[in-house]
């Protein structure tokens, strides 16, 4: 069965950090772009960061750059979103997602998705 699972979100305090896991099952990982998509209540799902296939290229959206770094384990079928300097407006369910088909950080492109993991940040 296909499936991807998100973990490691949780509340944190602004200034804070957060690595979010995403394991796949089912399926070759490498073999797909990996994305991480994220939304905040009364808001529509936004990309948030994405890496392709090749490692080649990566898509940060500018409200998270410098703060927010993503990566991949092919090996271990995994990718992550490394998440420092939390901000309260970064509060949202954070859901990965891998697709095979360019463009590799968008929304309605992409093949699977996680069920989410949510991130509250606030003091």
């Known amino acids: 069965q296909v499936q991807l699972v998100e973990s490691g979100g949780g509340l944190v305090q602004p200034g804070g950090s957060l690595r979010l896991s995403c394991a796949a099952s089912?399926?070759?990982?490498?073999?797909?772009?990996i994305g991480w998509f994220r939304q905040a209540p009364g808001k529509q799902r936004e990309g948030v960061s994405c890496i392709s296939i090749s490692h080649g290229s990566t898509y940060t959206r500018d409200s998270v750059k410098g703060r927010f770094t993503i990566s991949r384990d092919n090996a271990k079928n995994m990718g992550y979103l490394q998440m420092n300097s939390l901000k309260p407006e970064d509060t949202a369910v954070y859901y990965c997602a891998a697709g095979s088909q360019n463009p590799y950080c968008d929304y309605y492109t992409m093949d699977y998705w996680g069920k989410g993991t949510p991130v509250t940040v606030s003091s």
């Open positions: 089912g399926f070759t990982l490498g073999n797909y772009a």
